[in-house]
């Protein structure tokens, strides 16, 4: 402990002050990369200035890393749920976890809806070190015994990166590919997108030009100032619809399963989804 002091002396007021700042409920979390004296000394240190909790984690922050990898490792019940982009996916995630389902967010996670689009109206995003804790703790919270529902993404969702043992489990197990119309995609991504500024919607178009084709990124951006939203919008699914369905033909076919979705609501696709899980468990 006293050799600990020693090393955090002359920085006493200024820990207490950046505590105070990023914990200010009083409630606070110290370690080391592998535990011992320093964090003991600024755990001492918090509790003295008046914090309320003050949690030391043992053996420091290179063990707890090795849990985090180890537990991504494992096998997971996972089911899959896909389909084009502006369907809805997380919207029908809330719903089956309404039902009572098990459901991990990975685009809530990485604060990013995975397009060039899915940064506009999130917080920044988290580094991959730190998704890979948030995504351990959702699943530690979870009974692996049963499913958990996820959706199918691309490895990079923004610049995080889900774990390489998780991704390729996700990439192996059944999809449930929702097959919505693309108008009503077009409308969907109209209501989600049409009230944020001009500018960044038509930054995130030019980030993508390349891919969409000069015609198409000029075609998008004239639309745009016009405010011509959901010409806009069908011009974006026309791309991601292509780099989708190329990811979904990589799959074994026999491990998609096809849902129209139609006139369907998503409470009716919810409700269909949990016909099949509750059938393949009787």
Known sequence: MLE???????KMAEIVEQARTLAPDGKVGVHC????????????????AGFQEVIVLKRGYKSFRERVLASLSLSWVLEVLGGYTGTGKTELLGLLRQEGEQIVDLEGLAHHK?????????KVQPTTEHFENLLWDALSQL???????????????????????FFAQMRSRTVHFIDMPVEQRAARLV????????????AATLRIQKRLGPQHAKEALEALKTGDLH????????????????????????KTR???????SHQQLALKLLEHERSKNH
């Open 33 to 48: 990369w592998r535990g011992g004296e320093r964090s003991a000394s600024v755990a001492w240190l918090l509790e003295k």
């Open 191 to 202: 209501k989600d997108y049409g009230d944020f500024p001009e500018e960044e919607l038509a």
């Open 258 to 264: 096809i849902l129209p979705a139609g006139e369907c």
């Open 231 to 254: 010409r806009v919008a069908l011009i974006m699914l026309t791309y991601y619809d292509k780099t989708y369905a190329r990811g979904l033909a990589a799959r074994d076919p026999k």
């Open 114 to 122: 995975g397009s060039s689009f899915g940064g506009i109206g999130e």
């Open 4 to 10: 600990g002091l020693r090393i955090i002396g002359p």
């Open 143 to 165: 009974d692996p015994g049963r499913s958990i529902w996820v959706e199918d993404e691309s490895q990079l969702v923004g610049h995080v990166k889900i774990p390489d043992p």
